[in-house]
């Protein structure tokens, strides 16, 4: 048995610190590399706008809307960007296979026998990789935000502003716990990458990352409001756009807290069943 | 080995074929992971396949007079898989290998065997889940010919022509697609590695995956000439399947150019991937102290 000491607040705010900077130097490493690869997942909007252009032709030739499930061809193009700023904030690359590796290869075991809590760890952690993301990100983000800016419907109100800035930390914090419940599976499946593989593929089309969910026809868009998946990627971007009324706004927040609060409790449930399962031999 | 069989060409076809079944064997030995592996693949496609038929909910095709409608571009995005399935079986796996190889030194050992160099690098081996899509390219293909044969305008028909030409553009699509991989994974051999430029390999060809009238208007004829003339992505989908949709009832005036441009590019470019390919080699260096 692990004697735990007893720290103060102070104390354990300087081992988050620590933490939180040798993340952040880790990733400040590759800089140059980072701001590339980031201008270039831009690259796809090229073409969906062009796509978005042709369908809207198309539709307003054929029936004379200029409307489709509400988006203009601008909101549309708006959407994808908008939706590509939730992603950055929601999307946890590596951490479930991370999580899954330590687990098979117990690595895992390094958690258990220092003072410093799993989740905890790989919070901060991720905290600082999404720090350092932002700092050299938001310059590839903000030329195309820029280049696109006629795409955008005016600024929102201080309130939406608000609103939408929330969401988006939200949005970080679901991914986080969503992406750490799988990967802690690990501890009984050991090999989840066919899981994660699954997981992902609904991500992508149940977050709206790839399209507005709007446009989903009404039965599925019913179905699709009672999954966590929404608040990644479309949740941000609709408010942004002004989609989710005034009056569900602040409602629709506090759903999302729900879920946020519902993942941490699983994620803390799995750890703590998987600890009790997980076995670790040799050194 | 004796004098005579060393000086003998080899039989590149066998070898190809002694490739092929090799990796078949060892995907059977991990049987379970070659499912999932062609599920997955699948179930991506299918996702693709999801989007569009909501899109086609709120559109009758994509631009207008372009006759690109629901089941048109079915016939485009089949055709998307089915090349794409063929590179990513046969080509793919191989290319990343030969990036890792000139950076840990493997190369030296392919380069000793009595073959051609760019064959054993390109074909050694096959990744035979990737076929999956190839087989639901197909599938989807015969559903919609199926579909429309009842258009109204033009009804579908069935020619032999049809089917050979069709079959010849798709070779031309996959020889573009090999000869761009094989000169971005040469360039390791400079680079050292090529993380970002395998990135940028799925940034380009996403500019194929669409019809190519789509780009043509305002700054997307930049990227239409680019991707067109230069790196002939656009070329790679779009003239096999519109010989094969008939949009339009197929009767644009630049179609035959375009053809015949496409033969043209396919030549062009595997001669230049050979020439690239074999520009590495000379500044191959081999990693082993």
């Known amino acids: ?283 | 080995m004796d004098d005579k069989n060393a000086s003998q060409h080899p039989n590149y076809v066998q070898v190809f074929l002694t490739f092929a079944r090799n990796s078949l064997v060892r995907d059977m030995m991990f049987r379970t992971n070659f499912i999932i592996e062609a599920i997955s693949s699948l179930s991506w496609a299918l996702m693709n396949v999801g989007f569009y038929w909501i899109v086609f909910e709120h559109t009758p095709s994509i631009g207008a007079d372009t006759g690109w409608g629901k089941y048109e571009f079915f016939i485009f995005m089949a055709t998307t898989w089915i090349i794409n399935s063929i590179v990513q079986a046969f080509f793919m796996p191989n290319s990343e290998e030969f990036s890792e190889m000139i950076r840990t030194g493997g190369l030296d050992f392919v380069l000793l065997k009595p073959i051609d160099t760019q064959f054993l690098v390109s074909l050694r081996k096959v990744h035979w889940s990737s076929l999956s899509n190839f087989l639901l390219g197909m599938g989807l293909l015969v559903l919609s010919i199926n579909e429309l044969q009842d258009r109204p305008t033009a009804p579908w028909k069935l020619t032999p022509s049809i089917v050979g030409l069709y079959a010849v553009y798709c070779a031309c699509g996959v020889a573009i697609l090999y000869s761009l991989m094989t000169c971005l994974a040469s360039t390791s051999v400079w680079l050292g590695r090529n993380q970002t430029l395998y990135d940028f390999w799925f940034y380009i060809t996403n500019f194929s995956r669409y019809p190519m009238e789509i780009y043509r208007r305002g700054w997307g004829i930049v990227l239409w000439v680019v991707f067109t003339f230069i790196v002939p992505v656009l070329l790679v989908v779009n003239v096999p399947a519109r010989i094969l949709a008939q949009p339009l009832a197929d009767n644009t005036s630049w179609r035959w150019p375009l053809a015949m441009f496409t033969i043209f590019a396919a030549i062009i470019s595997v001669l230049i991937s050979r020439w690239v390919f074999q520009r590495s080699l000379l500044a191959y260096r081999s990693a082993s102290s």
């Not at chain 1, 958690?111 to 993301?133: C, E, N, T, W």
């Not at chain 1, 501890?187 to 990458?193: A, H, I, K, Y």
């Open chain 1, 1 to 283: 048995m692990i004697a735990w000491t007893v720290r103060t607040l102070p104390q354990r705010a300087s081992t988050w610190w620590t933490i939180y900077r040798i993340a952040l130097e880790e990733r400040m490493a590759y800089r140059g590399d980072f701001a590339l690869g980031t201008l270039m997942r831009f690259l796809p909007i090229v073409t969906q706008i062009f796509l978005w252009w042709a369908i809207f032709d198309a539709a307003a030739a054929a029936t004379g809307k200029s409307h489709l499930a509400g988006y203009s061809f601008h909101d549309m193009v708006a959407y994808y960007l908008l939706s590509m700023l939730g992603r950055a904030f929601s999307s946890m690359p590596g951490l479930a296979s991370t999580v899954a590796r330590q687990i098979r290869e117990g690595e895992i075991k390094k958690y258990l026998v220092q003072p410093i809590d799993m989740i905890g760890f790989m919070l901060l952690a991720r905290m600082a990789h999404k720090s350092a993301y932002y700092a050299i990100a938001c310059g590839p983000f903000a030329l195309v935000f820029y280049l696109c800016g006629d795409y955008f419907p005016a600024w929102p109100t201080v309130e939406v502003g608000l609103a939408f800035l929330l969401s988006l930390v939200f949005a970080f914090l679901l991914g986080f716990f969503l992406d750490l419940c799988i990967g802690l599976i690990g501890f009984w499946f050991l090999e989840v990458s066919s899981l994660l593989f699954i997981y992902m593929l609904l991500n992508f089309f149940l977050s709206g990352h790839m399209f507005p969910l709007d446009l989903l026809p009404v039965g599925w868009r019913g179905a699709v409001d009672y999954l966590p998946f929404r608040y990644l990627a479309y949740f941000p971007a609709a408010i942004y756009l002004g989609k989710v009324p005034s009056s569900q706004l602040w409602q629709e927040l506090g759903v999302e807290a729900l879920w946020l609060v519902g993942m941490i409790f699983i994620a803390r449930y799995l750890y703590a069943r998987g600890v009790r399962r997980y076995s670790g031999y040799g050194g």
